[in-house]
């Protein structure tokens, strides 16, 4: 299995996401926060009839970035990635986790998700409650997640798809040393 900085290598011209700026998204960016999010979720080629029924889910309110933690992160003055936290003790959820298609592997997810866990820390809780896409659980694993679970979330096609739930600890040597980095 890949280790989570291998997520930001492959692209030579791609500046160190670790020197990407990371700020509070702005209530203006929903719509394209909202974009970003169906853009992600259709990469990994899902029917458009399951896309469609997650319109709701992918959809990023000015309600939501105003009254959760909700982070972006840039590079040229484009939003690249974004993620939405649910403060709760002991274990923050996250809401939202997306990177812009064009900037996959290419760094911001570590970059995002070590930016996170620090949030999470800071905020009191021990850990990050991820319910993850059954693509993207690779992804969470290689930055330190423990799966610690599934549920059923069958779609047409695809009776026995299931959303791994996984659990990262957000006071852990390894993701310590992977926020420095990021």
């Given at each position: ?98 990177v812009?298609p ?37 992804f ?20 026995d ?17 992977r926020?420095?980095?990021?």
């Amino acid at each position: 299995m890949a280790d989570a900085m291998s997520y930001g290598r492959g692209n030579p011209n791609m500046p160190a996401a670790a020197s990407l700026p990371i700020r509070r998204a702005r209530v203006d960016e929903a719509v394209e926060l909202s974009a970003i999010a169906v853009a992600s979720k259709a990469t990994w080629c899902y029917p458009a009839a399951a896309l469609a029924g997650w319109h709701d889910q992918l959809t990023v309110t000015t309600d939501t970035i105003a009254g959760c933690p909700a982070y972006v992160i840039e590079e040229d003055l484009r939003v690249r990635g974004f993620y939405v936290l649910l403060p709760a003790l002991p274990h923050w959820e996250l809401d939202h986790f997306w990177v812009a298609p064009a900037a996959m592997r290419r760094g911001v997810g570590p970059a995002l998700l070590a930016h996170a866990a620090g949030v999470v820390a800071r905020g009191g809780a021990t850990g990050l409650a991820i319910d993850a896409d059954p693509h993207a659980e690779a992804f969470y694993l290689a930055c330190g997640a423990q799966r610690v679970g599934a549920v059923a979330a069958p779609i047409p096609g695809f009776p026995d798809r299931t959303r791994p739930q996984l659990l990262l600890d957000v006071n852990s040597s390894t993701l310590q040393m992977r926020r420095s980095r990021a």
